[in-house]
């Protein structure tokens, strides 16, 4: 009897001691976290979250439960530990010995455009019989850029090579006669007084004199994401920041400067995006940064006070490419004296197949109607 009362209060101290040291030193020297392995990727493409938890103690812990929250627009490829309402909440266990670390890979696809983070996760343990839960938060700092993914190659080519058109064309318009670049072989386009009498004497073939310009050529795209009525068209404003998203790649990648104007704000800073020109692959990024970040759920000005703000700064030398479902009256009056002054400007105009164009107030833009599958 008092062997077994000796053993029943050992084994009472034991539970108490562990008790007593789960509780309080559980997580001590206990790390966790998350996050993401590439900083971006492009709508549709597989991304990866990296889980890591340390135990750099004495103490095993046999369970740990670590949870977070993300935006379901992130599908996890395992549908295990994971549920789904208005987030995506994932659970996953771990049993970490004395002095260990684990890592786990959760491989995920990115479906839609945005800026996602995770900023913290929560932390369950337990002592060695399982009656106890302790429980801890850990802040992190991760978060993912998912570009917006390309449109229809087929059907972008056309108003690019409207564009491109319109562009050649106004180049010749602002050729400095006195920046000389060059000689080169006479084309019927060419003016007689581009000749070159002298260096054609000598080859026996008409040559025309080469000039620079006096200002390059630029694209400057306005995207319109307001809503027109009541009626909330997302899966149309998504598609015209894809097509600003494939437009400027390819006019940056024919060397032509690129700016951008939208009343759309940015999911942090509430602010509305506003690019000045510029080119190459670094300015490419920040564009589709820009774009990745811009917020549908926040409220837009009016795209007509915009449009009145951008004629004060216009210049003779800019396209403008309006994109915009919204068709309100004001949008194409302002937009309509923007073209008088910069002939051959667009505006691309995604649709449904059953909705109507109004462009009515709008004769000297030349439009392009993008037909969109049903959302």
């Known amino acids: 009897m008092v062997i077994l009362l000796f053993t029943g209060l050992c084994a009472g101290v034991l539970y108490l001691l562990q008790s007593w040291l789960y509780e309080y030193f559980w997580g001590k020297n206990l790390s966790a976290d998350v996050t993401f392995t590439e900083s971006a990727i492009t709508e549709g493409e597989l991304g990866q979250l990296q889980e890591t938890i340390v135990n750099a103690k004495l103490l095993p812990l046999p369970m740990v439960r670590v949870k977070f929250e993300i935006d379901r627009s992130l599908q996890f490829e395992e549908e295990g530990n994971i549920s789904i309402s208005d987030k995506c909440y994932k659970n996953d266990i771990f049993s970490i010995m004395l002095y260990q670390k684990i890592t786990r890979t959760i491989p995920f696809r990115g479906t839609k455009r945005g800026y996602y983070s995770i900023d913290q996760m929560d932390l369950v343990s337990t002592d060695l019989f399982m009656t106890a839960t302790l429980v801890g938060v850990k802040p992190v700092h991760t978060n993912l850029l998912v570009y917006p993914k390309g449109v229809n190659t087929k059907q972008l080519w056309i108003p690019y090579r409207r564009i491109m058109g319109t562009l050649l064309t106004r180049r010749y318009a ?121 917020d549908l759920s926040q409220e837009c000005r009016e795209y007509g006070e915009l449009l009145k703000e951008q004629t004060a700064k216009q210049r003779k030398d800019t396209l403008y490419i309006l994109v915009s479902t919204s068709q309100r009256e004001r949008v194409q009056q302002e937009f309509n004296q923007i073209c008088k002054k910069s002939k051959g400007s667009m505006w691309i105009l995604p649709l449904y197949s059953d909705m109507e164009e109004r462009l009515t107030d709008c004769p000297f833009a030349e439009h392009y109607r993008w037909e969109v599958g049903d959302g």
């Open 174 to 294: 602002y050729e400095d006669p006195f920046e000389f670049r060059g000689i080169r072989d006479y084309q019927p386009f060419d003016r007689m007084k581009d000749v070159n009498w002298k260096a054609s004497a000598k080859t026996g073939e008409l040559k025309v004199n080469m000039h620079d310009y006096t200002a390059r050529q630029e694209v400057f795209f306005l995207l319109n994401l307001e809503t027109e009525a009541m009626l909330e068209y997302e899966s149309l404003k998504e598609e015209s920041i894809r097509i600003v998203n494939s437009l400027a790649e390819w006019f940056l990648l024919q060397g032509i400067p690129v700016g951008l104007l939208s009343n759309g704000r940015d999911i942090e800073t509430k602010k509305e995006l506003h690019m000045v020109s510029g080119s190459g692959s670094g300015h490419l990024m920040v564009i589709r940064e820009w774009l990745a970040r811009l």
